[in-house]
């Protein structure tokens, strides 16, 4: 079948359409150690070394030469997303993977770790109980099963924020909106929308994604500004004509706009058909002859009758999706006649193979 899609006229909200520049998450990582596993964890060099560190701090000295047991212990990586505007006290959930060969987490406990941004600096401390959906077992025989990964765990609210990022949100006599999709008719249209609700002037485009509007500097007055703003309704522009096609799943989207110019096309499939039937002769009784095998090789060439259907000038969808389905092509011949409609200059549209 080849999906159609249609882009009905209907208005969206700025708040849809874009972002306020600035107003953006941040990404945390930490490395730590997980505990009180039962013989699934790891027993590498850096699970080792952490596993001495840690008992160091806590003012245990162990020998040298001496390797501790760490079968129920795991080096484990810990990443977070620090949302915009995050304060100090709030929580955050941590996602935890295990950077060695640990079997599995489950059951773990995740000792208190620090969580650094890009700047290296520590934003958030993580503690606290996995929750791990995966799990596995292991016959005597060396049979196993695994359902999902039990060495990756999640900590609900296992993060607490120690630092808070500095947003730009209320710098500056202007607020940047940027646009999710670049384009220009788009951006026109939400210059033209902004001015025509505050005013004209009020807001001005510096290219195909960016649209800076004037704003209060107070705070408060600002919150309530970008609240109006992100509420107001734009009609976006159309999107470029586009053919999709997913090559592993044989899905093919063809876009509103999509034109073929006029040509013709004939499809067909060229099957060959080799079959061995060897004959056997025996010899007649007493006369000392040999068996002798004679091949017997049958080659048949079939053709599926082809079909040529024609596009006119200026195709719409609704005739291409009409001439494809009469012919009751399979999603693979489909792929192959719009890629060489394509390589003919006769599809009008950029051709996307995911």
């Not at 080849?2 to 490395?31: C, E, F, H, I, M």
């Not at 600096?121 to 695994?146: E, K, N, P």
């Not at 710098?171 to 929308?193: K, M, P, Q």
């Not at 080659?299 to 009758?305: R, S």
Request: glycine share 10%; proline share 6%; charged share 15%.
């Amino acid at each position: 079948m080849l999906a159609v899609v249609s882009a009905p006229v209907l208005a969206d909200r700025l708040k849809d359409l874009t972002r306020v520049k600035g107003v953006r998450d941040n990404q945390l990582v930490g490395y730590g150690l997980v505990v009180g596993l039962d013989g699934t964890g790891d027993s590498g060099p850096a699970t080792s070394q952490t596993y001495r560190n840690m008992m160091n701090r806590f003012g245990i000295t162990i020998p040298e030469g001496v390797n501790p047991n760490t079968d129920n212990v795991a080096a484990v990586s810990v990443h977070a997303t620090l949302p915009p505007f995050a304060k100090n006290g709030q929580e955050l959930d941590i996602t935890v993977s295990s950077l060695g060969n640990a079997d599995s987490l489950r059951g773990g406990t995740l000792l208190m770790t620090p969580l650094k941004g890009a700047d290296n600096q520590v934003y958030a401390m993580a503690q606290g109980s996995l929750v791990v959906g995966g799990f596995g077992a292991q016959g005597q025989d060396g049979s196993r099963i695994t359902v999902n990964v039990p060495s990756v765990g999640r900590i609900p609210n296992g993060a607490t924020i120690e630092r808070e990022v500095t947003s730009p949100f209320t710098e500056g006599d202007t607020i940047t909106l940027n646009l999710l999709r670049a384009d220009f008719t788009t951006a026109r249209r939400v210059v033209e929308t902004i001015n025509g609700y505050l005013g004209e002037g009020m807001a001005y485009a510096h290219d195909g994604t960016s649209i800076s509007v004037k704003a209060p500097r107070d705070p408060s007055q600002r919150v309530s500004f970008l609240s109006i703003l992100e509420n107001l309704e734009v009609d976006p522009a159309e999107e470029a004509a586009k053919v999709v096609i997913n090559s592993r799943t044989g899905t093919i989207v063809v876009g509103q706009n999509v034109q073929v110019s006029p040509a013709a096309v004939t499809h067909g499939n060229l099957t060959v058909t080799i079959q061995e039937n060897p004959e056997v002769d025996q010899p007649d009784p007493f006369t000392g002859g040999q068996t002798v095998v004679t091949p017997n090789t049958q080659i048949a060439v079939t053709e599926d009758p082809a079909r040529m259907f024609q596009f006119g000038p200026a195709t719409t969808l609704n005739e291409i999706v009409q001439a494809v389905n009469q012919v009751g092509a399979a999603p693979g011949d489909v792929m192959a006649v719009l890629e060489a409609l394509k390589q003919a200059g006769a599809l009008r549209a950029e051709l996307i193979v995911i």
